[in-house]
Every structure is written in C-alpha cells, then in structure tokens.
C-alpha cells in the first residue's frame, strides 16, 4: 500500500494551506503555459503548503478528449512544482485530483502517481447511483495505487449524498490519509468529521472544502462522544478553490486560526474576517446564481491582478453571471485588507519571465 514520506504526511497532520489551482487559457481556449507556470509560483511564493491539480477549479472538461489537457496540466504542474521545492528548500503537497468510474479513475491515478503527485483527491461524483459497498471498493482500488484525499463535494457544483456509513467505512481503509469535507452543509460536515472520530483514526486529516465557512471550521473544536471515549478533532487546514486568489492573505489567516486554535481563545476580530471572507466567496463563487460562475469569478480576480490574460473556461457558455462583476467590486471595496494585490503586483513580473 503506497504511503506519504514522514514529512509529508507531518506537514499534512499539521494543517496547510492547499489552493485549488484554475486552469489558465489564451483567448483561443489554449493552455497559456506561461500563465499557468506564473500561477504556480505565486502559491508557492505566497507560502502554500501545497497544491491541488486537475481538480474542480481546474475544470473537469479537463479530461474531455476535445481538449486533451488532463495529462498535459499535471505534468506542466508537476514541474513547476519540482522547480519550487528546490527554491523552497521543503516539498509542497501535490495532491492530483481523481475523478471518473473505476477504470477512469485508476487511470488517472497511475498517470498522477508517475508525474510524481503525493495524494488523489478522489471525486465520488461519477459514481452517481453506486451503493455504499461499490464506492468503498473504488476508493479501496485508488488507494492502492495512491494515498486518498477523500472529498466530500457540494451537490450544486456536481457532487452526490455520502451518508455516514460511507465515510464510517472510508476511514477504515489503510490507504485514506485526509480529507477535504466540502458539502457546504453544517449537518454532513458533521457527518464525516463523527465517522472518521469514531473510527479511531487520529491519522486522517481533517481539510476544510466548505469556502463558505473557512474560518469557522479552522477554529471550532469538534467534540465526539466515541465508543473508546471522549474524541476531540479540529480541521487543520484547506484545500480550497477559495484560497486560488488572494492566497498570500490567505496564508496569514490560516496562521491566525491555527494559533488562536491551540490557545482555545477565538478573537471576535477572528470571527470577523469569517464572515467577511464568506461574503467575499459568494461573489466569487457567484453563490446568487447557484455558484454558476464560480470558476470565472476566480478567474476574474486572477485577471484584475495580472496573472490571468482573461477569465476563459474551456465551455464557452461559461463565464460571469448577470452582477457577477459589480458584486467583486463590492467586496473589493469593502474588505480590502483581505486582498494581496500588492504582494502579486510585487511579484507578478518575475512569475511571468521564466
């Protein structure tokens, strides 16, 4: 059974900064390479932990034989990523996202798995009408070939029910070593947080995907009344589309939540930022519109910095929603210690020579 190095799986226990990486295109729908490199060393130049690849910011069209662009973006990634450690001097978490029925699946892992990526992050989003055990053996046959990020996906951007019993079974799998709990529902996030607390296991970690609740779950301690006693687990960390802008900022409140965690005194200005942070999602993640322009919202704000040429997905249908702009000008204008447009506009033209 493959396993993370120590330090890796150190680092993933203690809580990282993960960015959901977009997909970066010229206006001819192209992968515009040097954007793309230039993205990858602002999250590493902003202090991320890691980087998530392929995965739903990156667009699962992605994987569509028209565009060709699975293999393509994590190995472009994969470099990038070989170029930061050395710089670094620490490895980042790769984690590759997985998605598609079994055989897809495999074959997206073992492709992750040579380029060199630490952890699928294992969609359950194909498996549409598979019964509990079905999905058990398709994580127990990813896990062979890759840790597991588990992934617990929001049902309006794609994502399917997983019932306690799933994730109860989840966390007894040798090969699962976090994941990333993103329903964007208080009551299933409890669900997988009980399941893996009650399982035993104290070495999954607990990610937060829920980008509309990020500071909250950083901070809550979640107690769990076990059959082996009293369990208290925290999520450590994010695996967030979220956190693909504005990552520099990003990495202080993670820094933030962590210490103010371990000190079991949440400041009020803390909780503040939260809902600040979550009103600054929902135009991003046009949550008006049922999250329709959530990748071209985060698009835009990469493209308002310099990073991106434009905000152009691989759909050409898919873009801003009706309001969608004037709604990240409010935030803007709003929050603006939670942007880092200085820190890319210090930064951007080195990104983008190599």
Known sequence: MPTLPTTLRSALNRGAVIPAMPLALTAERRLDERRQRALIRYYAASGAGGLAVGVHTTQ?????????????????????????????????????????????????????????????????????????????????????????????????????????????????????????????????????????AESGRDDIALYTGNDDAIVADLVTPFCVDTPQGPVERRIVGGLLGHWSVWTSKAVAIHTDCQAASRARTIPTDLLATGYRITDANAAFFDAAHNFRGCIAGLHEVLRRQGLLEGIWCLDPDEGLSPGQAAEIDRVYRSYPELNDDAFVAAGRDEWLSG
């Open 60 to 196: 699962f069209a992605i994987r569509h034989k028209k565009h060709g662009l699975l293999e393509p973006v994590l190995a472009l990634a994969a470099e990038e990523l070989d170029r930061a450690d050395a710089r670094r001097g620490e490895p980042m978490i790769r984690v590759a996202g997985v998605y598609g029925p079994t055989l897809a699946a495999v074959y997206e892992a073992r492709v992750a798995r040579d380029l060199g990526y630490h952890a699928a992050l294992l969609s359950m989003s194909a498996l549409i009408a598979a019964d509990v055990d079905h999905m058990v053996a398709h994580c127990r046959e990813i896990a062979a070939i890759l840790p597991v990020f588990g992934f617990y996906l929001q049902e309006s951007v794609g994502g399917r029910p997983l019932p306690y019993r799933f994730w109860r079974r989840w966390a007894e799998l040798e090969g699962v070593v976090a994941v990333k709990i993103a329903p964007f529902n208080r009551y299933k996030t409890l669900d997988v947080i009980r399941a893996v």
